[in-house]
């Protein structure tokens, strides 16, 4: 088990960027299939971006793909997002989540991931 904190919302002009963190508490990270989602007003969280354990396996939607870098350090128990070019449509609330020993493969699906962040806010404006 897990336990995930976000930080490192905030807004930001169209254009600019943010980096997201998400410290992991619990449990060592390594083991788990690591992700970002967003959840935009009015529509379901959707998966943005996952990174396998040892980070050889990343996924990106195809609505970030090229602005966003998913990364992590298990040593700091942290994964990371950074976002660029951001856009207005990028607004949302951003949640990091895990999955323990599952197949990291493709954009990040809710109903696979355990354990979730509490959220942090982005706004693109």
């Known amino acids: 088990h897990v336990q995930l904190v976000e930080s490192g919302g905030g807004s930001v002009q169209v254009g600019g960027s943010l980096s997201l963190s998400c410290v992991a508490s619990?449990?060592?990270?390594?083991?788990?299939?690591m992700g970002w989602f967003r959840q935009i007003p009015d529509k379901e969280r959707e998966g943005v971006a996952s990174?396998?354990?040892?980070?050889?396996?990343?996924n990106y939607s195809d609505s970030v793909k090229g602005r966003f870098s998913i990364s992590r350090d298990d040593s700091k128990r942290t994964l990371y997002l950074q976002m660029n070019r951001l856009q207005p449509e990028d607004t949302g609330m951003y949640y990091c989540?895990?999955?323990?020993?599952?197949?990291?493969?493709?954009?990040?699906?809710?109903?696979?991931?355990?354990?979730w962040g509490q959220g942090t806010q982005v706004t693109v404006s």
């Open positions: 619990g449990d060592t990270i390594s083991r788990y299939c």
């Open positions: 990174i396998s354990p040892g980070g050889e396996g990343i």
């Open positions: 989540a895990a999955m323990y020993l599952g197949n990291c493969v493709g954009v990040p699906e809710e109903r696979n991931f355990s354990w």
